[in-house]
């Protein structure tokens, strides 16, 4: 229901890492959010129902814009919605499909992902487990309509949100990196990892790669000659 510029989703926060969160109603402005890659978010998750129909409804596609998540994926693709279907199966069916706050997958994850047409064909990681699945042939063939047809969506979102530049004025916080917007950098590992982090919360104490060990650091701006 559309009602001054705004659309009403109904959405609950994703799987099992939320557990207990209520349903809540959001009323997302269109002027803000483009409401074509929300929609075919949703019809992407309505796509994957079809094959499994104990997946619970996606209570908030727009809530996986722009959210970036160092376990379950950074960049927002089919391959990403497909994991977060994974957690959906697994929170219908009351598994505990991750540990460590969510970070780790475990293989009771697997298993529900090998069943919605992922694979992790190496060992587990260290520290997030089988979370980096990736689509199998068959996936692949199945959501090829549904894959390119959220591609052209998010090509427009991207598009759509080119226009942040220099330019735009952002704010305290994103100008002094304050924790105060909750603004993120990226800081990386000697093993080139990287994660999105406050710059407070990174001060109050190191966060270390699983990989190589070392802490992530906030890397300094290169200087430019003038």
């Not at 960049?75 to 970070?103: C, I, N, P, Q, Y």
């Not at 069943?115 to 587990?124: A, K, N, Q, S, Y």
Request: charged residues 20%; neutral net charge; hydrophobic residues 35%.
């Amino acid at each position: 229901m559309a009602t001054d510029g705004y659309v009403q989703i109904i959405w609950d926060a994703p799987e099992s890492e939320h557990r207990g969160t209520p349903a809540r109603c959001h009323y997302v402005s269109t002027t803000q959010t483009p409401p074509v890659l929300a929609a075919e978010l949703a019809q992407a998750w309505a796509d994957i129902q079809r094959y499994h129909p104990e997946l619970p409804d996606l209570a908030a596609p727009e809530s996986l814009i722009g959210e970036s998540s160092s376990a379950c994926g950074h960049e927002l693709s089919f391959e990403r919605l497909l994991h977060e279907a994974v957690h959906g199966v697994a929170a219908a069916r009351g598994v505990r499909d991750t540990s460590r706050a969510g970070r780790y997958h475990n293989r009771r994850f697997l298993a529900i992902a090998e069943e919605l047409g992922l694979d992790h064909p190496e060992e587990p990681h260290p520290s997030s487990g089988f979370s980096l699945v990736t689509l199998t042939p068959e996936a692949k063939r199945r959501y090829r309509p549904t894959t390119e047809r959220l591609q052209r969506a998010l090509k427009a979102h991207t598009a759509a949100t080119a226009g942040d530049t220099a330019r735009s004025f952002r704010g305290p916080a994103a100008r002094h990196g304050s924790s105060g917007g909750g603004v993120r950098v990226k800081a990386v590992c000697d093993c080139g990892r990287n994660v999105r982090v406050v710059p407070s919360v990174l001060a109050q104490a190191p966060i270390v790669c699983g990989g190589c060990g070392k802490p992530f650091q906030i890397p300094e701006p290169v200087a430019t000659a003038s």
